[in-house]
């Protein structure tokens, strides 16, 4: 038997049980990236342990679905169908990521620059 990572214990309840034996969430619209917030007035009653872990940790705010896959150590693919189930029931929402910002056009800021400069 391996020992367990130091600080992380070993799931004693195999993927499949955790997701009710579903292998596919519910929306694809969830990536590694997609930022997900529990709503504060939703009750915790009939959740899964692993769901209420959900709702504590999203509570604090907004976290990536990998940052909860990690503090679950669970595989991101459960995550996702943990995640779906509970955007379903509406006690998480979800958005995606914040884009980056597109730098501006070289020429736009050249032109800028000689607008500053004639004017000093």
């Known amino acids: 038997m391996t020992p367990a990572r130091p600080g992380r214990e070993r799931g004693l309840v195999r ?3 955790v997701t009710e034996g579903r292998a596919h969430p519910t929306r694809n619209t969830l990536d590694m990236a997609t930022l997900v917030t529990a709503v504060n007035d939703r009750p915790f ?7 209420r872990r959900i709702m504590e ?6 976290l990536s679905v990998a940052e909860v896959a990690g ?16 955007i379903d029931s509406g006690h998480v929402l979800a ?3 914040v884009p980056k ?8 800021l050249q032109e800028v620059l000689d607008g500053l400069r004639s004017r000093f």
Not at 101 to 108: I, M, N, S, T, V
């Open 57 to 62: 940790l999203c509570r604090g705010g907004a």
């Open 95 to 97: 958005r995606p990521p």
């Open 45 to 51: 009653n009939g959740l899964s342990p692993e769901n």
């Open 15 to 17: 993927p499949y049980v």
């Open 71 to 86: 503090h679950l150590c669970l595989a991101m693919s459960v995550t996702k169908v943990l995640l779906s189930d509970l």
């Open 101 to 108: 910002a597109q730098l501006p056009d070289a020429r736009l």
